[in-house]
């Protein structure tokens, strides 16, 4: 598998076909600090809600908190770039 084109692919999946459904793509869950990363894992994934042990909590508050971890280290890296 070429990397560049799965890229693309799922960069056009999830910013304007949606997999799951139409409704569901990036724009619809908002922009910047106020992006709800919980909700934006239904474009991929049916498993927002499902409790997960290992996590003590739902899979979408778990891959919500990783990704504004991850959000907020870019967003402080670009910063410091002064981009």
């Given at each position: ?30 922009t ?5 990363f ?46």
């Amino acid at each position: 598998a070429d990397p560049d084109v799965a890229a693309k692919v799922m960069a056009v999946g999830m910013s304007r076909v949606g997999y799951r459904h139409r409704s569901l793509i990036l724009r619809e869950f908002g922009t910047g600090e106020a992006f709800r990363f919980e909700d934006a894992r239904r474009i991929v994934n049916a498993d927002r809600d499902r409790h997960e042990a290992r996590y003590g909590t739902t899979i979408g508050i778990q891959t919500g908190t990783q990704a504004r971890r991850f959000y907020a280290v870019l967003a402080e890296a670009l910063g410091s770039l002064g981009a």
